[in-house]
Every structure is written in C-alpha cells, then in structure tokens.
T-cell receptor, first 113, second 110 residues
Framework: DTAVSQTPKYLVTQMGNDKSIKCEQN?????MYWYKQDSKKFLKIMFS???????INETVPNRFSPKSPDKAHLNLHINSLELGDSAVYFC????????????FGSGTRLTVV | RKEVEQDPGPFNVPEGATVAFNCTYS??????FFWYRQDCRKEPKLLMS???SGNEDGRFTAQLNRASQYISLLIRDSKLSDSATYLC???????????FGPGTRLSVLP
C-alpha cells in the first residue's frame, strides 16, 4: 500500500509538448511538495502546497504549475517542455509537525528529446 | 554561503569500517535536522532525525553542533548495503520547507 505514489514512472517526450505528472498520498499529510533532481543529483524544492497556501520557488519557470484537486493530490503540469527540463521529479508529503521529515514518491524520470 | 554543504565524496571504505560524514548549514535559526539516504535511481528515504543531544539508531549515530552549525553522521561496522548517497537536510531560511544538501556518496567495498 504505497504511501506517496507518482505516475508515470518514466516519461519521454518531445520539446514543446505539454505534460502532467500525478501525485497522490494516502498518509493524511497536510503539505505536499514537488522537488526536482537534476543530472548533478541536487534536490531542489519547486513548490510546497497545503490546502491554504502555495509557495513557489521563484526560480521555477512559470511553465511549471502545480494543481491540487484535494488534500491528497498534487499534480505537476509542465507546458512547452525544454531540453533542460529533463530530470527526476519527486513528489513528497509531510505532516504539520516539523520533526517528521518527508515521505517521497518513487520519482518520475522525465526525458525531453 | 550555500544553505547546506556536504563533502560529495565518494568515500570508499572496506566492510566493517567506521565512517563519518559532516554537513554544515547556514541558517543559525534552523530547528529541524535529518539524514536521508538515497540509493541509485531511487527516492530519498529518511534515515534518522538529528536531535540536539545527539541520537543513535543501531550502527548509526547523529550529532548536532549548533554553535558551529554542523551535523554529523557516524556509521559503525559498515555493511555492503550501506552503499548509498547520504543527504543532510535542514529546514530552510524561511522555515517553509527543507533544504537538501548535495549528498555524500558512500561505497562499502568487500
């Protein structure tokens, strides 16, 4: 019974396309996140979202947009994909209390060709 | 100064060795600290939280030094299965989320 699940696991697409990655958590956590891990393996926050507030990392291009239909889901939409968007995207969730840390999904490996 | 810094390694150690990683952070107001482990092509997984008084979980010991703004992870009696990248995690300057260090790669050799 997967706690944080992402789909698809792999995504290969052409430049200029629009794609979405879905994320669902069944942990009852209040906050969900999207992280990007590039080829150098750095994990960088893209968005954090709870049912009250969306916090955007200002370095993220506005081609990326999170969509949350409800507390258990946070999807990532990407418009006009570019070669530099190729990376692994991880969804994560956490409860309100600080010392719990995150639970990550298994990642979506996006390749833009 | 970057928010979280780690020696990228790799650390290549023989089985049974003791190995220690350090991590420095810039936000003196940080309150939450963790070590995560990430296996190749997998997601990061929480290894342990780091408490002010230091804490131990089996072969793993974590320490926090607030004055010098660093945390450490000590692994005793290394196993082959300990081979992974170890990520230091600290809450961000604005307190809204967590910042991950670049990770330290460990290879335990037979």
């Amino acid at each position: 019974d997967t706690a944080v699940s992402q789909t698809p696991k792999y995504l290969v697409t052409q430049m200029g396309n629009d794609k979405s990655i879905k994320c669902e958590q069944n942990l009852g956590h209040d906050t969900m996140y999207w992280y990007k891990q590039d080829s150098k393996k750095f994990l960088k926050i893209m968005f954090s979202y709870n049912n009250k507030e969306l916090i955007i990392n200002e370095t993220v291009p506005n081609r990326f947009s999170p969509k949350s239909p409800d507390k258990a889901h946070l999807n990532l939409h990407i418009n006009s994909l570019e070669l530099g968007d190729s990376a692994v995207y991880f969804c994560a969730s956490s409860p309100p209390w600080a010392n719990y840390g995150y639970t990550f999904g298994s990642g979506t490996r996006l390749t833009v060709v | 100064r970057k928010e979280v810094e780690q020696d990228p390694g790799p650390f290549n150690v023989p089985e049974g060795a003791t190995v220690a990683f350090n991590c420095t952070y810039s936000n003196s107001a940080s309150q939450s600290f963790f070590w995560y482990r990430q296996d190749c092509r997998k997601e990061p997984k929480l290894l342990m939280s780091v408490y002010s008084s230091g804490n131990e979980d089996g072969r793993f010991t974590a320490q926090l030094n607030r004055a010098s703004q660093y945390i450490s992870l000590l692994i005793r009696d290394s196993k082959l299965s300990d081979s992974a990248t170890y990520l230091c995690v600290v809450n961000s300057d604005d307190g809204q989320n967590f910042v991950f260090g670049p990770g330290t790669r460990l290879s335990v050799l037979p």
